[in-house]
């Protein structure tokens, strides 16, 4: 019998039909769910198992930021300020008097010197002096100024019209020489004096030996609770300790306050340059030396051992890491940081432990004798250190809880945009690097002779840096009213008029196009059906309740 073709199709249509539903109902005598149901199965345990990976990531890093932040706070020192301020109003008031370099020895006379020595206490009847008050200076030697070939030798205009001239300061061009008294030559080693004596160069510490000066010098030490300290003073005034080969004279000491038990480390620099006019300068670390006798001592201790805890494990989490993923571990952002923060935090401990040798070394001399100098330098070096690593940990770690608020769109698309406009404001960023050397070298060579603030390169860089910030002193183009005024007025013009918008144009460019081309990020759906499970939790418990 003929059966037509439409006919035959819609037959074979409805046995397929048919054929499907008696397998779901097979399926469904056996137990196995629709395809649907699967999906939506697989699709529930995926944001069940996100859900577990949030909670966890956020509780674990959210303990870690609180010791870092617990550990930072405890390390800071509350009344810092307040003493290292009335140290400076009590000795440091009349500094400013020392114009020449033989002034130090009159400011150390009338100032120094009896505010430390009135009836065991300091002039602010608080606090004592630790040891004794130190006395270093550095020094050129003389070179002899000569002509040849009709020439002024070292291009020395002035030299013509002194037998010797004594050069600026340089770590390799220091004097290093041991002499006698009044700095005369030792002719051989037979006859050199005592090696504490003033006249002899020794190595020391200083809190300046990571400036321009070196750390070694020629150092002399007076008590001022001795009744023969004026007489050791005077004795170093009469045989010219101090004299023209001067470049830089260092005053140390350290003063103890028991009452809020902390150490001031007193360290005053007067450089002596070749030009002639002394510039001081001071330096008041504030120091606690009497660890884990108070209860924060004992929240610190608690928050290093967990912190410790803490790190052994982000160690073995950033190995894993990069054992896995090798090169493809250094891009990811977050997982940059928390290399970061490991190699942060090993620095830490290696300067903590260094820190506890550097006190009980400390303390323990000062035991033994405790009249003579005490060098507590290296010490607040590595104080400074451990303040400054455990500053940028706390930082990179508030910084890194970004990641928490990463199902925000909000916080994706600057993610986005900054990961796409790098290259363009690299190279454009170049450019106004390269605007602004060209002032700065401009300023220092046109004004650098009469402005403080161009007196060097360093400094020309900095003004030109706060004119960007609008932080700017019209008072230094007086004296060069046309250049001046010209000068600034094109770096308003060009830097912040023209290159500076260029810069938030090529911002604004790419965070449109990223906001065009934007699609929510997967972490979305994990952040909401947690939030969803949460208020439905708290809701049925509520209910429950009442």
């Not at 037959?11 to 109902?25: M, T």
């Not at 020392?98 to 006379?109: A, L």
């Not at 005490?374 to 455990?390: E, G, H, K, Q, W």
Request: include cysteine; hydrophobic fraction near 45%.
């Amino acid at each position: 019998m003929f059966v037509p073709k439409g006919m035959r199709r819609a037959r074979k249509a409805q046995r397929a039909h048919a054929e499907a539903q008696v397998r779901e109902e097979k399926k469904a005598q056996v137990g196995i769910p629709p395809r649907k149901d699967v999906d939506v199965a697989r699709r529930l345990t995926l944001k069940e198992a996100g859900l577990y990976h949030l909670v966890l990531e956020t509780g674990r890093y959210m303990v870690f930021v609180l010791l870092v932040l617990g550990i930072a706070h405890t390390m800071a020192v509350p009344n810092a300020y307040h003493l290292s301020n009335n140290v400076e109003n009590t000795f440091l008031s009349k500094l400013d008097k020392i114009n020449v370099s033989v002034d130090v020895y009159d400011w150390m006379e009338n100032e120094l010197l009896p505010k430390l020595s009135a009836d065991g206490y300091s002039a602010d009847g608080q606090s004592i002096l630790v040891g004794s008050v130190r006395l270093r200076q550095v020094r050129v030697p003389l070179y002899t100024c000569a002509f040849h070939g009709g020439r002024i030798s070292s291009a020395r205009l002035l030299s013509m019209y002194f037998d010797l001239c004594a050069e600026d300061y340089t770590r390799g061009g220091a004097a290093r020489g041991h002499y006698r008294p009044g700095w005369a030559k030792l002719s051989n080693m037979t006859g050199l004096p005592n090696m504490s004596s003033p006249w002899i160069y020794r190595q020391t510490d200083s809190i300046w030996s990571l400036s321009h000066y070196d750390s070694g010098g020629y150092v002399a030490d007076i008590d001022p609770r001795s009744p023969k300290h004026n007489e050791h003073l005077s004795e170093l005034r009469n045989m010219s300790w101090i004299d023209r080969q001067t470049r830089a004279i260092f005053v140390d000491f350290t003063l103890y306050n028991a009452n809020v038990d902390l150490f001031c480390v007193i360290s005053i620099l007067v450089e002596t340059p070749a030009t002639g006019r002394a510039r001081a300068q001071f330096d008041l670390p504030v120091l606690r030396l009497h660890l884990y006798n108070q209860t924060t001592d004992t929240v610190l201790l608690v928050f290093l051992i967990g912190y410790v805890a803490f790190l052994a494990y982000f160690i073995y989490y950033a190995a894993h890491g990069i054992l896995k993923d090798r090169m493809k571990y250094l891009k990811d952002v977050w997982k940059v940081l928390d290399l970061i923060i490991v190699t942060l935090s090993l620095i830490a401990v290696a300067a903590f432990g260094a820190l506890m040798m550097l006190i009980e070394t400390t303390l323990k001399n000062y035991r033994e004798n405790s009249t003579s100098f005490l060098n507590i330098a290296p010490v607040v070096l590595v104080d400074r250190t451990l303040l400054s690593v455990v500053s940028i940990l706390a930082f990179i770690g508030c910084c890194r809880c970004c990641k928490l608020l990463r199902g925000n769109n909000s916080l994706s698309l600057m993610r986005s945009t900054f990961g796409h406009v790098i290259k363009p404001m690299f190279s454009h960023g170049v450019v106004i690097v390269i605007v602004m050397l060209a002032y700065g070298m401009m300023g220092n060579i046109s004004f650098g002779c009469d402005v403080e603030s161009y007196s060097t390169i360093y400094n020309a860089l900095l003004t030109v840096t706060n004119f960007v910030i609008g932080s700017y002193q019209l008072d230094d183009y007086v004296m060069f009213p046309t250049l001046g005024t010209m000068f600034f007025i094109s770096f308003i013009l060009s830097m912040n008029f023209v290159l500076l918008n260029f810069f938030a144009t090529i911002m604004m460019d790419v965070f449109f196009v990223e906001k065009e081309t934007f699609e929510t990020p997967e972490d979305r759906e994990i952040v909401t059906y947690t939030i969803n499970r949460v208020l439905a939790r708290l809701l049925g418990w509520r209910g429950h309740r009442s």
